[in-house]
């Protein structure tokens, strides 16, 4: 390619979802990219693009990753043929492990009431308990493998401004068929309440929900009915579930599809541009954009505050998950 | 006591078990922790109003902000 291609800033440290040939062109997109590029493409490239990230450890991912690992160990340990209670008491271990600081001999400590090593621990149990009968079974592949924790990619019919195709991936935390059809799960943890209709109204339309339902149906080659989403409120005295249904047609997925077209056709433009637009009517959402301070300082003096506010880490969504 | 493989956690209070080297536990520490937040839950949900209380909280914005950070495909 000739030097004119825009390029990502020095120091950037290479991520595989993107080309090579065009920086700043992600060909792979996970649900945590498309939502960002969509919700501000200024703020996707400052935090996947070029990886900022507030500093400071973030308790949600951190909790969500633990929460999730635990309940695989669980399903696995499950489908190896282990007791429930055998199960439960591996998995407790294990997440204690995982929580412990080897270095200074102590818990991990993430100064957050809500979610904590307790917290965690308790969730874990709560949850296995709640669903200890679960109507819900677990899918198995041919080889035998259970369908728990599955990293999936699928090349879409969208082209990238290379003459490639884009790709979907992500991660479903499992597939099991209850009543006699099939269902995408994902576990989603809230401080916020989880009762009343507008929790799982949120659902649909939802663009993770939408990408794991097609990759069920796309990847796998299963008529899954949509997803299942077990849901826990983590406060401090307690941990409580609700589990909902959001289910797709086909229309619904042709609907959801054909909206990617636009996506692409700017994720081309804004990589060829070199050049990423604000998007300042969501600059307020969520208790405010953590570039809010950044965006709102002149060009040329963005960089010292980058520096000084942020960190940098890489999300690449084709790095694949494995067995735990 | 802590750090000690042969020690057991204390059904009473838990503060041990958050506090002891999970990799010098034995099986009946851990078997301990499970029970008593098995019991925990049960325990709970024995109180309804209780439960209905709690869950009626209100979240204040600053909480409405984990929903972008939460929401990362996990």
Redesign the interface.
């Known amino acids: 390619m000739t030097a004119s291609v825009p390029s990502v800033p020095a120091g950037t440290v290479r991520n595989s979802s993107f080309a090579p040939e065009m920086p700043l062109l992600q060909v792979a997109w996970d649900n945590h990219s498309m939502n960002m590029f969509k919700e501000c493409p200024r703020k996707y490239y400052l935090m996947i693009i070029c990886g900022y990230v507030p500093r400071g450890t973030s308790v949600h991912l951190a909790f969500g990753i633990l929460y999730h690992e635990a309940l695989e160990r669980y399903d696995r340990l499950r489908s190896r043929g282990f007791s429930h209670h055998d199960a439960v008491v591996s998995t407790v271990w294990q997440t204690l492990k995982d929580t412990w600081n080897k270095t200074l001999n102590r818990p991990l400590d993430w100064g957050d009431k809500n979610k904590n090593r307790y917290t965690l621990v308790r969730t874990i149990v709560w949850y296995l308990e709640q669903f200890k009968d679960d109507p819900l079974e677990l899918c198995v592949l041919a080889d035998g493998s259970p369908m728990v924790e599955l990293s999936f990619r699928f090349q879409t019919t969208y082209t990238t401004a290379l003459g490639g195709n884009f790709l979907l991936c992500g991660h479903i935390d499992k597939i099991g068929t209850m009543g006699g059809l099939h269902w995408v799960v994902d576990r989603k943890t809230s401080k916020n309440s989880i009762d009343g209709d507008l929790f799982f109204a949120q659902f649909s339309p939802h663009n993770q929900m939408s990408t794991y339902d097609y990759a069920g149906q796309v990847v796998w080659n299963m008529q899954t009915s949509g997803i299942i989403v077990d849901a826990a409120q983590i406060m401090v005295n307690f941990s409580h579930f609700r589990r909902g249904f959001t289910q797709r047609t086909n229309s619904q997925r042709e609907d959801w599809y054909k909206n990617l077209e636009g996506y692409f056709y700017l994720i081309n433009k804004y990589a060829h541009d070199g050049y990423y637009p604000m998007n300042e009517a969501s600059c307020g959402n969520y208790g405010g954009c953590p570039f809010r301070g950044v965006c709102g300082k002149p060009p040329e003096d963005r960089e010292v505050w980058l520096a000084s506010a942020f960190h940098k880490r890489i999300w690449d969504p084709l790095v694949i998950r494995g067995d735990i | 006591m802590i750090n000690s493989p042969l020690s057991t956690v204390d059904p009473a209070s ?1 503060d041990l ?3 002891k ?3 010098l ?1 034995v ?1 009946a520490d ?2 301990l ?2 029970d008593k ?2 019991r ?2 049960l325990t ?1 949900l024995a109180n309804p109003e209780a ?1 209905k209380k ?6 204040s ?14």
């Open positions: 838990l078990a958050w506090s080297d999970p990799n536990m099986v851990v078997e922790v499970v937040l098995q925990d839950r709970f439960v709690q869950r009626s909280k209100k979240t914005a600053a909480d409405a902000n984990v929903n972008s950070i939460e929401d990362l495909g996990l």
